[in-house]
Nanobody
Framework: QVRLVESGGGLVQAGASLQLSCAAS????????MGWFRQEPGKEREFLAS????????YYTDSVEGRFTIYRDAAKNTVDLQMNSLKPEDTAVYFC??????????????????WGQGTQVTVSS
């Protein structure tokens, strides 16, 4: 069992930066993928970025690549999402997730077994 707790959300202006952090309790095994997703009201949860726990291989969705960076710290059991050049359309609830295996690939929300409670990010224009 893995418990995930996100922090770092808030209200910022367009163009600003924000760093989200996800603290994991429980064992993160080397084959796990850790991911960040977001969800707007009435919309599906959207993949943003993921990282493989052992080899640090990263994936990004096109809309955030070059602006967002995912980091994992195995010593601290944390996964951070550094978000730069934020836009109003980045406004959403952001979720951290862990996948024990990835039958649908590391970019599909269907692969993820454990989820945090989410943290709100609001970007004003």
């Amino acid at each position: 069992q893995v418990r995930l707790v996100e922090s770092g959300g808030g209200l910022v202006q367009a163009g600003a930066s924000l760093q989200l952090s996800c603290a994991a309790s429980g064992t993160i095994y080397s084959q796990y993928h850790m991911g960040w997703f977001r969800q707007e009201p009435g919309k599906e949860r959207e993949f943003l970025a993921s990282v493989h726990w052992r080899n640090n291989k990263k994936y990004y969705t096109d809309s955030v690549e070059g602006r967002f960076t995912i980091y994992r710290d195995a010593a601290k059991n944390t996964v951070d999402l550094q978000m730069n050049s934020l836009k109003p359309e980045d406004t959403a609830v952001y979720f951290c997730a862990a996948a024990t295996t990835t039958p649908w690939g590391p970019t599909s929300r269907l692969s993820y077994d454990f989820w945090g409670q989410g943290t709100q990010v609001t970007v004003s224009s």
